[in-house]
């Protein structure tokens, strides 16, 4: 069989690192590109056969159109959300395969990362110390065995992460457009509807991708239904949150804590380094002016684990196409689930 020619686009040096380390058993032809993937960089896909994307890259219909036209015959995430590719226009011209569950702790766990630190202010307590300022004052927490988790989305990630809390001694609340009974019985969560999970949590995280029904799911009418002071916890996609609404609850108190590990508008931000320039996002200035808020820079899949899987996933998934059409983690154009429940209809097809 001919070479594999793979661009990956938006490559960091430890994508490269563990990719390469993968690709050595497997020989794929790989050029690595710093630059993202978008309108102005689709040419850079000529010659290949496949792209390698993450979740900044810009796959819309121009994108997709103009990779095809060039050649291209897969699209590869290395990421578990695909909201940044329009699969209606990939459809019947490009295969999208992603990694659905390279590391449901790693991302869990950082959610619970966040919680900790704002709960305990470590945030807060680390330059006191390290100024030897000793006073605790200000650093008041709570326990978080009994109170009450609001665990949106009770997928991978959801349902690890709320094994973790239940082991905190918290009650946890779950929603899901799916509820699997066999793991609320198994776990001790329990299915309530949304208004009565804002209505009774102390802490609230979303692990729900980002589709059209969850744009802003977390907006000012569903702050003004949430307890006085709650958590919000946002470890999933930034447009999951209206930030304004997320800035006015933090600024009257409605909402006491906020830990994000994504933002609406990180694409122009995040996996950056801009220390040398003038910080030109007035809402991410905002945010991080908050001493309740903590932002980092959508750093949660980041574990040796993590990426050792996306890697060993990401090349399994081209190497079994290219070899006999097998698609495993195709992303069903139609309703997003890896495999489709549908696609053995006879048609073969989910729409
Ligand atoms: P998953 O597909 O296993 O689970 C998602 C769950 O959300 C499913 O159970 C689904 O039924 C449910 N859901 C869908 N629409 C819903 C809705 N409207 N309301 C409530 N629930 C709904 O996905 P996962 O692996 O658990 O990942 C969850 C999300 O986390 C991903 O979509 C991705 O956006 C994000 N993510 C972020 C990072 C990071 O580094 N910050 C890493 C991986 C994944």
Not at 70 to 77: I, P, Q, T
Not at 94 to 104: A, E, M, Q, T
Not at 238 to 257: I, P, Q
Not at 280 to 303: C, G, K, P
């Amino acid at each position: 069989m001919a070479t594999i020619k793979l661009a990956c686009f938006d490559s960091k040096p430890y994508d490269v690192k563990f990719i390469e380390a993968e690709n050595a058993k497997r020989r794929i032809d790989i050029k690595f590109f710093a630059e993202r993937l978008g309108p102005d960089t689709a040419t850079l896909a000529a010659g290949h056969d496949v792209v390698c994307a993450f979740v900044n890259d810009q796959l819309d219909a121009t994108v997709l159109d103009a990779i095809h036209a060039a050649g291209v015959k897969l699209v590869a995430l290395r990421c578990a959300g695909y909201n940044n590719v329009d699969l209606a226009a990939a459809y019947e011209k490009i295969h999208v395969v992603r990694v659905p569950d390279y590391s449901p702790y790693a991302v869990a766990e950082h959610a619970v990362a966040l919680m900790l630190t704002l709960n305990r202010k470590i945030h807060r307590a680390f330059p006191r110390v390290r100024d030897n300022n000793y006073s605790i004052n200000g650093l008041l927490g709570f326990d978080m065995r009994g109170k009450t988790a609001g665990v949106v989305g009770t997928g991978h990630i959801g349902k690890i992460l709320s094994g973790i809390l239940r082991g905190f001694g918290m009650e946890v609340l779950v929603y899901d457009l799916y509820p699997d009974p066999a793991f609320a019985a198994a776990s001790g969560c329990v299915y309530a509807p949304l208004d009565e999970l804002y209505r009774k949590a102390d802490i609230i995280s979303l692990h729900c991708p980002l589709t059209p029904e969850t744009h802003h799911l977390i907006n000012a009418a569903a702050i003004t239904k949430m307890k006085r002071g709650v958590m919000l916890i946002n470890t999933s996609r930034g447009k999951l949150l209206d930030t304004a609404a997320l800035v006015d609850g933090l600024k009257s108190g409605a909402v006491g804590y906020a830990g994000l590990d994504v933002y609406e508008e990180e694409s122009g931000y995040f996996f950056e380094d801009k220390s040398d320039e003038v910080m030109l996002d007035d809402m991410l200035a905002r945010l991080n002016s908050f001493n309740n808020v903590i932002v980092t820079s959508h750093q949660a899949f980041f574990t040796k684990e993590a990426l050792e899987n996306i890697a060993a996933t990401t090349l399994k998934n081209i190497a079994l196409f290219f070899a006999s059409g097998e698609l495993p983690n195709e992303i069903c154009y139609h309703c997003g689930k890896v495999p489709c429940p549908k696609k053995s209809s006879p048609d073969g097809k989910c729409f």
